[in-house]
């Protein structure tokens, strides 16, 4: 096996890099732009000090991970982020200046008007317009609900959202899965469980999400999708109360909806939409009781929905279960979707080889 380092590999296909190469997101960036046949000519892989130097396996090679502090970001045409809002800040409008488009999965830039945020099932041609030369990528509970919630809003308008839901640890990143697993032998084997990542005990328990709780008595992860569902759908007049909570799995988290439209809508006209929505799998086996769960969607891009009925609570409204796992579609699998829609619409491989520049939105990286 050889050891390859920045820009010593070939060919004429875009150059990417992975800020935030070894957490749990950026190991799925590489999983994933693997699987999708991702064309990439020159690949960079950098983090924070502590793991410069380390050696990661991609497509048969080795590469030597890099310090992002001292990183020049010149040839980059992708930067995908994972590591964390302060590190977005600090660092992504200097690899954007130096002509890369930018695919970040933190919080730092969502809300920024300048900034797309995407989901490509909902609102792909938004990538088309990002002065900053940043993309953002929402929060994962926000993707993971509105892929099977838009087509349902395309046909009857939602007016009222109410979501309950159950987020698996490995959304707080590679310590919080260590620590639900030591928890969970120390509970087993009658130790006190040792809590380092979460303020309460998460094995064989629940709580609130942790993030901070605002004036209006709502966390941080719930406004989040509050605001987040404006932006994309472009829409601020839904009504949406949201109730985030921590469970003790994994992987994948999982999201009790209620939904209430303009007009009517059946358990039968949903399960119809939803059946061919894109990145939509129904399972909804009310003889079997088999619906969406998250030891199913784990490693999986689609959003599995279920438990579809009437909610009797009120008119036009139904209810359904959904789950999703939220380090691929609702974290990585999404930004590399982004990144391909980036591909489609700047026609960056043809730029690359003929050195012209493609869209506008590309422009200054010839």
């Known amino acids: 096996m050889t050891t390859t380092r920045p820009g010593s590999d070939s060919g004429a296909a ?15 960036f590489l999983t994933i732009l693997d699987e999708r046949k991702f064309p990439i000519g020159h690949l ?10 380390k050696k990661m396996t991609f497509r048969g090679r080795e590469y030597v991970v890099e310090d992002l502090e001292k990183a020049d970001p010149s040839g980059i045409d992708i930067a995908l982020f994972s590591a964390g809002a302060s590190t977005s800040r600090a660092h992504a409008a200097r690899f954007a200046a130096a002509g890369a488009m930018i695919v970040d999965n933190s919080s730092a830039f969502r809300m920024d008007p300048e900034v797309p945020l995407v989901v490509p099932e909902v609102n792909p041609e938004a990538v088309q317009d990002a002065p900053k030369r940043i993309i953002a990528n929402p929060n994962c509970s926000t993707i993971i609900a509105l892929v ?24 707080a990143g590679a310590r919080a899965i260590d620590e639900l697993e030591k928890q969970t032998k120390d509970v087993l084997e009658g130790r006190p469980a040792r809590k380092e990542i979460f303020s309460h ?3 064989f328990n629940l709580f609130s999400h942790n993030s901070k709780i605002g004036a209006d008595g709502y966390n941080e992860e719930e406004t989040k999708m509050t605001k987040e569902t404006y932006k994309i759908f472009g829409d601020t007049s839904i009504g949406i109360s949201a109730t985030c909570v921590r469970v003790p799995t994994f992987r994948s988290h999982a999201e009790s909806i209620t939904a209430e439209f303009a007009s009517p809508l059946s358990p039968d006209d949903a399960r119809a939409i939803l ?12 003889e079997k009781n088999y619906f969406p769960m998250p030891i199913e969607t784990a490693g999986q891009d689609l959003v599995y929905v279920g438990r579809i009925r009437k909610d009797t609570s009120g008119p036009n409204s139904l209810t359904f279960f959904i789950s999703g796992d939220q380090l691929r579609k609702g974290a990585a699998t999404n930004a590399v979707q982004i990144a391909e829609l980036l591909l489609k619409t700047t026609d960056m491989e043809t730029r690359s080889k003929t050195g012209k ?3 506008p939105a590309m422009a200054g990286r010839v």
Request: charged share 20%.
């Open 14 to 28: 875009p150059c990417i890099a992975i800020v935030g190469a070894t957490g749990a997101v950026g190991k799925e």
């Open 44 to 53: 960079r892989l950098m983090a924070s000090s502590r793991s410069v130097g």
């Open 148 to 171: 099977p919630l838009w087509p349902l809003h395309r046909k009857a308008r939602l007016r009222r959202l109410i979501v309950s839901t159950y987020q698996a640890v490995s959304g």
């Open 201 to 203: 005990q998460i094995a």
């Open 275 to 286: 059946s061919h929505a894109e990145g939509v799998r129904v399972v909804d086996d009310r």
């Open 357 to 359: 520049p493609g869209n």
